[in-house]
């Protein structure tokens, strides 16, 4: 799995938790019979196996769509409001302050069995404060890169989205384990290029603008790649969860995902668009 923001739900990776319907037959067998745990395979009471709605329904793409717009524009109002009213003195600080609290959030929401709305709303707005100074930044160095940028994000999730509908594409195993281990990688190689970048070493696989050699265009352009891998993969487990019947509160998850993964995404091209600009 590669969104760790899935990795801890059951129902977003096809494994469907018992209604209280099967709970309380299976309570009932061990009563009966003696043994504990699951009856035998195959041992099923009438309607037993017809999964009941959660009692505060289920989740739906509709639901997904919507708390997603709703996390991008506090995204993007945020990013706004950094971008126009942040004082030029205060831009790094922003950056990595927001960066450093925007990882941590991930983290511990992430690790939540039920996801927080406060701490997913939270995290967009902390995100918007970063993509609002990282894109002040770029600006300033390259007038009109955001709009560019905003608009070749947008184009590249819709595209990857209609590929991913139109052409059938099937998120298997395989897939997922490649994706995984090429985003962790990655991470891991960003990672260290910033603690030695604190110190002064300049490793030259992260520079901006036109003078940016090949292995800084290399690894943005495999950085997209991955972006746009993560977002496929993310699509594959919001239908999951949609097909196992997932409780409405999980579509706070599917948002929380998408968003962290449309983030990375915008990052990724910023910076790409830098390296053939003047």
């Known amino acids: 799995m590669a969104?760790?923001?899935?990795?801890?739900?059951?129902?977003?990776?096809?494994?469907?938790?018992?209604?209280?319907?099967?709970?309380?037959f299976q309570s009932r067998w061990g009563q009966q019979s003696g043994f504990q745990g699951q009856p035998p395979q195959g041992y099923q009471p009438p309607q037993a196996h017809q999964q009941q709605a959660p009692a505060g329904g289920v989740m739906t793409l509709d639901d997904v769509i919507a708390k997603s717009a709703a996390t991008l524009l506090l995204v993007f109002v945020a990013a706004a409001a950094t971008f126009v009213l942040l004082p030029p003195q205060f831009l790094f600080p922003a950056l990595i302050g927001s960066a450093l609290v925007g990882f941590v959030t991930v983290l511990l929401v992430a690790g939540r069995h039920t996801i927080p709305v406060g701490g997913v709303m939270f995290y967009a707005a902390v995100e918007g404060v970063f993509v609002g100074a990282i894109s002040k930044f770029f600006e300033t160095m390259f007038e009109g890169i955001v709009v560019s940028a905003v608009l070749a994000t947008f184009v590249a999730a819709g595209a990857t989205l209609a590929a991913y509908k139109f052409f059938n594409i099937r998120v298997t195993p395989r897939f997922r384990k490649m994706?995984?281990?090429?985003?962790?990688?990655?991470?891991?190689?960003?990672?260290?290029?910033?603690?030695?970048?604190?110190?002064?070493?300049?490793?030259?696989?992260?520079?901006?603008?036109?003078?940016?050699?090949?292995?800084?265009?290399?690894?943005?352009v495999l950085a997209v790649g991955l972006a746009v891998f993560n977002l496929i993969v993310d699509f594959d487990f919001v239908e999951r969860g949609i097909a196992t019947r997932a409780p409405a509160t999980e579509s706070?998850?599917?948002?929380?995902?998408?968003?962290?993964?449309?983030?990375?995404?915008?990052?990724?091209?910023?910076?790409?668009?830098?390296y053939v600009r003047d």
């Open 179 to 220: 994706v995984f281990i090429g985003t962790a990688a990655m991470a891991g190689v960003f990672l260290v290029n910033l603690v030695l970048a604190l110190f002064g070493i300049d490793t030259g696989i992260r520079d901006v603008g036109s003078g940016a050699g090949l292995l800084s265009i290399a690894v943005s």
């Open 3 to 24: 969104n760790p923001i899935f990795r801890n739900s059951e129902t977003f990776n096809g494994r469907p938790a018992p209604t209280q319907a099967q709970q309380q």
């Open 252 to 274: 706070w998850r599917a948002a929380f995902g998408i968003t962290v993964t449309m983030v990375w995404l915008y990052v990724e091209i910023l910076r790409i668009l830098s």
